[in-house]
């Protein structure tokens, strides 16, 4: 079946520090990438995603980019800010299944 | 709706009693999905609704539990008998079927079962 690890947290960091998460998964097939974020006391919100290999994602200064090779898909930052502190869920999704989220790497930034 | 919908959001209930929690994806997303999230922990999968399928039901933890979805739109999570384990947040998300769209998640109901 279908699996995401990341790399456990609490990820501790001062601002403008260079930011990555690693994250690798399992699957069968072609399976879309995504990267979630959970702001304190907030729901889940989608931050990036690749569809296929070799695609990347960006958004907010954040980026991943989809290498089927090493079947990983690690989120990076190369200026982190305090606003970025937050949970990051790695998550794929294949075909018709449902979406295998990672267990989530909390980030913490400080000023 | 413009967004997924869930209700309620915070509900508190005795020990052995039944809950309903009630989700309206947005229009026109045929793929509806339920997690669990309990305090500090990931996302644990419960149910997966696609289209006129099969629900995906692998994740239900105990048959307490059991989800429905009506007219293939909103879907309501039943949970039978409540335990205190239940507590956490249930999550509802719904995505365009078909493994290229990203599922867009309600803010959720909080369980608190005491």
């Known amino acids: 079946g279908n699996s995401v690890t990341q790399m456990e947290g609490p990820v501790t960091l001062s601002e403008e520090a260079f930011l990555t998460i690693n994250c690798t998964y399992t699957a069968t097939g072609y399976p879309s990438l995504f990267w979630y974020v959970q702001y304190p006391g907030e729901g889940l919100q989608l931050l990036l995603k690749a569809t296929k290999a070799d695609d990347k994602g960006s958004n907010k200064g954040f980026e991943a980019t989809y290498r089927k090779e090493t079947t990983s898909f690690h989120l990076e930052k190369g200026s982190v800010q305090v606003s970025d502190s937050a949970v990051y869920f790695c998550?794929?999704?294949?075909?018709?299944?449902?979406?295998?989220f990672g267990k989530g790497t909390m980030l913490l930034v400080s000023p | 709706g413009a967004g997924v919908s869930q209700s309620p959001s915070n509900k508190v209930t005795e020990k052995g009693k039944d809950v309903e929690l009630r989700c309206d994806p947005i229009?026109?997303?045929?793929?509806l999905y339920w997690y669990r999230q309990s305090l500090g922990q990931g996302l644990e999968f419960l149910i997966y609704f696609q289209g006129n399928s099969a629900p995906d039901k692998s994740g239900l933890p105990s048959d307490r539990f059991s989800a429905e979805r009506t007219g293939g739109s909103v879907s309501t999570l039943t949970i039978q008998r409540t335990q205190q384990e239940d507590s956490a947040v249930y999550l509802c998300a719904s995505s365009l079927v078909g493994g290229r769209g990203e599922a867009f998640f309600g803010q959720g109901t909080r369980l608190t079962v005491v």
């Open positions: 998550a794929l999704r294949g075909g018709y299944s449902t979406l295998t």
């Open positions: 229009s026109g997303h045929t793929a």
